[in-house]
C-alpha cells in the first residue's frame, strides 16, 4: 500500500509540473491591486491597496461566527472568495456591499451535501463564470454583504457581538471608508486563521474533478481541489483531498525560483495532520529548517501567512 501511495504521488507530481510550466506565465505575484481580507477568527477586515494595509476595522459576524456558511438561514458567516457585486448607498443598516455568495466553492460544497442540484450548481458556477449575480432562490441562502450597524447590538441591558444573519457588520463611520474603497468586481477574502490548516484553505480550492475510490476496504469518492499562493519560499501549488469516508490528505510543490524550474520541494501528508509520518513522503527542503519535519511545518505557516495577506495566486471566482 505504501509503494502504491508512493508511486501515485510520483506520478502526480509530474504531471502537475508539466501542468504549472504550460499555463504558469500566467499567474503573477501580486493578484490585486486592491482588495479586502476578512479574518473571522480576528474579527478584523482589512483593506489592502498594493499588498500593503492601509486601514483596519472591527468587525461583527454571524450569530454562528465560527463555522463557515453552507445553507439558508444558518446564521454564519461564509468563507472563500468573493467579490463586490452591487453596491447600495442607503440600506437598512447605513450602507451595504453586496458579496458574490454562494460562489464555485459554496456550490461545490452544496452538490456534494445534496442541499442543492446539478442543474442548480450549474447556474450558480455560470453565474460566477460571468462576474454576475448568484442565484437567491437556493438552500444555499443569499444576500451576504457588508454593512453598517455597528460591531456591537444593544440587546436589553447588554451588547451583543456576532449579531448578523450571516453579513459582516461594521461601525457606520468606518462603513463609509469601506464603502468609499470598494468598487463593483473588487475581491474579498473571507478566511478563520483560527481554524486547523486544512479547513482553512479548504474554502478557496478550486474544485478540480472526482475520483472514485477503489482501494481495499474502501469505497466511494474523493473530492479534488487546489489553489496557488506566493510565499517566501516561492510560488506553491496546494492540493487538498477528501473522500466521503472523511478521509482527507495535502499534497504540495514548492517552486522556489519561480515555475520555470522543476520543484524545490514536494510533500504529500497522506492523513492530511500536518505532520510526517507512516505513509507520507517528503522531497528536498526549504533550506532554513534543520529537520525535514520542521521544514513542512514551516510551510503550512506561511501557507497560513500567505492567506492571511490575500496572497492567492489563482482565486476561484475568476
Not at 90 to 116: C, E, M, Q, T
Request: positive net charge.
Amino acid at each position: 500500500m505504501k509503494e502504491n501511495s508512493l508511486k501515485l504521488f510520483t506520478a502526480l507530481t509530474s504531471f502537475l509540473a508539466g501542468l504549472i510550466l504550460l499555463l504558469g506565465c500566467v499567474y503573477a505575484e501580486a493578484v490585486y491591486s486592491k482588495y479586502v481580507v476578512i479574518d473571522k477568527g480576528l474579527h478584523r477586515l482589512y483593506l489592502y491597496r498594493d499588498g500593503k494595509v492601509i486601514e483596519s476595522f472591527a468587525v461583527s459576524l454571524g450569530v454562528d461566527s465560527i463555522s463557515p456558511k453552507s445553507r439558508r438561514g444558518d446564521k454564519s458567516t461564509p468563507e472563500g472568495c468573493y467579490y463586490v457585486t452591487y453596491k447600495k448607498n442607503n440600506s437598512r443598516f447605513h450602507k451595504f456591499l453586496g458579496l458574490s455568495y454562494p460562489n464555485k466553492v459554496d456550490a461545490w460544497l452544496g452538490l456534494r451535501k445534496r442541499l442543492i442540484s446539478l442543474s442548480e450548481y450549474r447556474i450558480i458556477a455560470n453565474a460566477i463564470s460571468t462576474r454576475g449575480l448568484p442565484p437567491v432562490c437556493t438552500s444555499l441562502g443569499s444576500g451576504v454583504g457588508i454593512h453598517g450597524g455597528g460591531v456591537y447590538r444593544k440587546r436589553g441591558k447588554s451588547r451583543m457581538r456576532d449579531w448578523t444573519e450571516g453579513c459582516i457588520a461594521v461601525n457606520d463611520k468606518d462603513m463609509d471608508v469601506i464603502y468609499s474603497f470598494n468598487d463593483v468586481g473588487d475581491i474579498v477574502i473571507i478566511l478563520n486563521s483560527k481554524h486547523q490548516f486544512f479547513d482553512m484553505m479548504r474554502p478557496f480550492g478550486n474544485p478540480l474533478y472526482i475520483d472514485q475510490i477503489s482501494e481495499p476496504g474502501r469505497k466511494g469518492k474523493r473530492y479534488i481541489s487546489e489553489l496557488r499562493l506566493a510565499t517566501v519560499f516561492g510560488q506553491a501549488l496546494l492540493r487538498l483531498k477528501e473522500g466521503n469516508d472523511y478521509s482527507r490528505s495535502i499534497e504540495i510543490l514548492l517552486f522556489g525560483d519561480g515555475i520555470s524550474r522543476p520543484p524545490s520541494y514536494m510533500v504529500f501528508d497522506r492523513n492530511a495532520d500536518g505532520k510526517l509520518g507512516f505513509g507520507d513522503k517528503q522531497t528536498g527542503s526549504l533550506g532554513t529548517a534543520n529537520k525535514k519535519q520542521n521544514s513542512y511545518s514551516r510551510l503550512l505557516e506561511e501557507f497560513k501567512k500567505a492567506l492571511i495577506k490575500g496572497h492567492l495566486l489563482t482565486c476561484p471566482e475568476k
